[in-house]
């Protein structure tokens, strides 16, 4: 079975200090990987997605993330948060058995301090 | 948004009775989601669609049935709702593989 782990509750950082979300995965096979990003009473908003090629994958409003499969990691990071940045990041994983859906993780939420 | 209206909002209602939620896009997307967020558990999926009257069953399907009449409607209904139900919904759609879900902006039910 697939699935995705997501360490921290919560993150605190600095504005205009880079910001790292950790995500961890578990899958047999190849893992197609998501992050998306809530703002408060929002639906969830698609930031970037990793299926295959490049390590390194760049989103939305700066954001990128880092495939590491030795390490089973898909790292949400930003070089530079900004206050607009706080809210409530997941991290996902394509059901592999066919039906197209995703597995989330439980979510961690990101706090830029001004 | 991908045009994805989800109705109502909010709704409050009473354990033991039925309860519809709505989701509608107007992208024509092939694939439908019913999740469900709960605190400490992220998303959830409850049901999915995969064309119009194709339906199955996701990991939290218990206590909750699905129709999808036409393309651009996805409804999910609580036959008996339980306080257990009590969270927000979200609707997510989508028009092929590996390509992003969609979400709506949401659906926060409370059963008293």
């Known amino acids: 079975a697939q699935s995705v782990a997501q360490p921290e509750d919560q993150v605190n950082v600095a504005e205009g200090n880079p910001l790292t979300v950790k995500c961890t995965y578990s899958v047999s096979g190849n893992p197609y990987l998501f992050w998306y990003v809530q703002y408060p009473n929002r639906g969830l908003q698609f930031l970037l997605k990793?299926?295959?090629?490049?390590?390194l994958v760049k989103g939305s409003y700066g954001f990128e993330a880092e495939f590491n499969k030795s390490q089973t990691s898909f790292h949400l990071k930003k070089p530079s948060a900004l206050v607009s940045d706080s809210a409530l990041y997941f991290c996902?994983?394509?059901?592999?058995?066919?039906?197209?859906?995703?597995?989330f993780g439980t979510g961690t939420r990101l706090t830029v301090i001004p | 948004d991908a045009g994805i209206t989800q109705s109502p909002r909010h709704k409050v209602t009473e354990t033991g009775t039925p309860v519809t939620l709505r989701c509608h896009q107007t992208e024509n997307h092939r694939y439908m989601y019913w999740y469900r967020q709960d605190p400490g558990h992220g998303l959830r999926l409850i049901h999915y669609?995969?064309?119009?009257?194709?339906?199955d069953k996701g990991e939290v399907s218990d206590g909750y049935s699905v129709s999808r009449s036409k393309t651009e409607d996805f409804l999910l209904t609580l036959e008996s709702a339980t306080s257990s139900q009590t969270s927000v919904y979200f609707c997510a759609v989508t028009a092929s593989y590996n390509s992003p879900l969609h979400f709506g902006n949401g659906t926060r039910l409370t059963v008293t």
């Open positions: 996902a994983v394509r059901d592999q058995t066919g039906a197209n859906n995703l597995f």
């Open positions: 669609s995969y064309g119009v009257k194709d339906t």
């Open positions: 990793y299926i295959t090629g490049d390590n």
